[in-house]
């Protein structure tokens, strides 16, 4: 079956660095768009970015572009996003989650969603 | 950028319908989403493309979009549903994913 498994996350100092990571299996994880997704406690679901099937085309939210970097590996079917200066308002539950568009420049909606990694940012 | 806008809070008794409603500027032309979380739990795709369901999800889920409004409708409404739901988009104009501010639905 389809699953997403985040890891990773921790506490941080701000203005320190963190590396999430998302290891993929069962499905073609090279012909599909990924997500990153955020949850603040107690707030609602945040966007954060995306990197096409084919890694050609990389889109952020503005709250993190500059900071952040989402990659992926193909060849391991893993996806990562490298968060830099982060900041408490970063601290966030994060969420790999694959889009539903195959093998296309397009952004559909967002199925399935992994468990997601905890980012506690704090001194 | 382009909002969603939700009501924080919809409550309605067991057995009846629940509508959720989802605005924002010309939305209609656009493909709706929805998303439900439960408590601690990963969100779950609910409806997608403005009204169809993924399978496993019960046909009391159902969606419509029109003009400056979504609408999430669920009948017959569980206590199972109790949880928050959030509606989503794409806007090709900012090339971002957009999520509305979510609704939680309490079951009275």
């Known amino acids: 079956q389809v699953q997403l498994v985040e890891s990773g996350g921790g506490v941080v100092q701000p203005g320190r660095s963190l590396r999430l990571s998302c290891a993929a299996s069962g499905f073609t994880f090279s012909s599909f768009t990924m997500h990153w997704v955020r949850q603040a406690p107690g707030k609602g679901l945040e966007w954060v970015a995306l990197?096409?099937?084919?890694?050609?085309?990389?889109y952020y939210a503005d709250s993190v572009k500059g900071r952040f970097t989402i990659s992926r590996d193909d060849s391991k079917s893993t996806l990562y996003l490298q968060m830099n200066s982060l900041r408490g308002e970063d601290t966030a539950v994060y969420y790999c989650?694959?889009?539903?568009?195959?093998?296309?420049?397009?952004?559909?909606?967002?199925?399935?969603w992994g468990q997601g990694s905890l980012v506690t940012v704090s001194s | 950028s382009y909002v969603l806008t939700q009501p924080p809070s919809v409550s309605v008794a067991p057995g009846q319908t629940a509508r959720i409603t989802c605005g924002g500027n010309n939305i209609g032309s656009k493909s709706v989403h929805w998303y439900q979380q439960s408590p601690g739990q990963a969100p779950v795709l609910v409806v997608f493309?403005?009204?169809d369901r993924p399978s496993g999800i019960p046909e009391r889920f159902s969606g419509s979009n029109s003009g400056n409004t979504a609408t999430l409708t669920i009948n017959r409404v569980e206590a199972g549903d109790e949880a928050d739901y959030y509606c989503?988009?794409?806007?090709?104009?900012?090339?971002?994913?957009?999520f509305g501010g979510g609704t939680k639905l309490t079951v009275l």
């Open positions: 989503q988009v794409w806007d090709i104009s900012s090339d971002h994913v957009v």
């Open positions: 493309d403005d009204s």
């Open positions: 989650v694959r889009d539903h568009s195959v093998g296309t420049a397009m952004v559909d909606w967002l199925d399935p």
């Open positions: 990197i096409w099937y084919d890694g050609r085309k990389i």
